[in-house]
């Protein structure tokens, strides 16, 4: 009989996460009688033990619409490679010794880990190490193989869609030509959908390295047939043609994640110093993280949350749920991690845009 279940959120902030955390904690109590434990600030809240949220159906009232997360969350508190301070120096030790014995402290049966390919990848290392854990897929940037989709990609393409129909009207108005950057470090699903969904006429994602002639011959044609204005999606890791990815910060200068961004203005730059034309743009960034989850957001967390409590029921530790086929299932986390979901770019939904006119960089 499992009495304890925790749960925690790793890696960058989504719309869902607290729809995932209200549905896990519901089915524990409602269907199981079990109890529900938050844990502060991703992995670091176990690492230095922190002190846990106990988690009634009446503490997640009001949480489906709500976004980011209650509990918090981090991106850089790897167990396994922790940095630590040590004489003014900042090294990485591994606590995950001291991640376990807090997990024994707090009599914690089995522990659910909502995160992206980093956090999971850390839930199926202890795994190996004899943790009952069961994964929660969960990145805005749609790039885990493992499902079909991942919630909070929805809803930052909704935002990101919004934002081009609003450029829309301003580039039009002055004869400007638009740029906006979105994120997507190695995948491009953001831009491409929104892209293509906002009516953008270049659209530049990491899987496919770009022309800067590709791109100025797209705008002078526009131009010559009568369209004053151009709009310009740019994913923070496109890249172009022999060239290398802009970062505003190394991992060494941040302890942690390599920082993108800065491309979109370099895209703005090449525009206006080859055509001539003035040039305007925008970097959504951390705005497609936040807000309400979408309709189809509060579902799949809902599913999400619903189903990795079955799974820790039945003791099917080691796996992360997933949608497949319109079902929610369990796939083993060493198959779903270290696998990103990547644009095909000879793919359908690369021709889809070419063939209605879209510049996708070649």
């Known amino acids: 009989m499992l009495h304890n279940i925790a749960i925690l959120t790793g890696g960058g902030d989504a719309p869902g996460l607290n729809a995932v ?5 519901k089915t524990a109590k409602i269907q199981y009688g079990a109890h ?5 600030d991703g992995y670091d809240g176990l690492v230095q033990h922190a002190e846990p949220w106990p988690l009634d159906v009446s503490e997640v009232a009001g949480l489906l619409y709500r976004g980011g997360t209650i509990l918090g969350t981090s991106n850089r508190g790897d167990p396994f490679s922790y940095p630590v301070e040590k004489d003014g120096k900042i090294v990485k030790e591994d606590k995950s010794d001291d991640l376990i014995e807090c997990l024994k402290e707090l009599r914690i049966d089995a522990l659910i880990v909502i995160g992206g390919d980093g956090s999971l990848a850390i839930a199926n ?3 190996q190490k004899g943790i009952n854990v069961v994964g929660v897929p969960k990145t805005i940037d749609n790039d885990l193989k493992a499902t079909e989709v991942t919630f909070g990609f929805d809803t930052a393409i909704t935002t990101a869609t919004e934002a081009l129909d609003k450029l829309h009207t301003t580039a039009e108005s002055h004869h400007r030509a638009m740029v906006m950057e979105v994120m997507g470090r190695d ?7 929104c892209g293509i969904a906002g009516g953008a006429d270049v659209i530049l ?3 496919i390295p770009f022309s800067w002639d590709s791109i100025m011959k797209k705008i002078e044609n526009r131009s010559k047939r009568g369209s004053k204005f151009s709009i310009i999606v740019v994913a923070e890791g496109a890249v172009p043609e022999g060239g290398e990815q802009v970062i505003q910060a190394s991992a060494d200068e941040t302890h942690g994640l390599v920082r993108f961004g800065g491309i979109g203005h370099l895209v703005g730059e090449q525009i206006a110093k080859n055509l001539k034309m003035e040039t305007r743009v925008t970097v959504l960034g951390h705005i497609q993280r936040g807000g309400k989850p979408s309709t189809f957001d509060r579902l799949l967390s809902t599913r999400f949350g619903v189903e990795a409590v079955h799974m820790v ?3 099917e530790f080691g796996q992360m749920v997933a949608l497949r086929g319109g079902k929610i299932i369990g796939v083993p986390l060493e198959e779903a991690v270290g696998q990103q979901k990547l644009v095909d770019p ?6 889809t845009a070419e063939a209605i006119g879209i510049c996708v960089g070649r």
């Open 36 to 40: 529900m434990l938050g844990i502060p």
């Open 313 to 315: 029921v039945r003791g």
């Open 346 to 351: 000879e793919g359908q939904m690369i021709k």
């Open 21 to 25: 955390i209200r549905a896990a904690v």
């Open 125 to 127: 290392a202890l795994f």
């Open 187 to 193: 995948a491009g699903w953001i831009a491409l959908e």
């Open 205 to 207: 994602i990491p899987e």
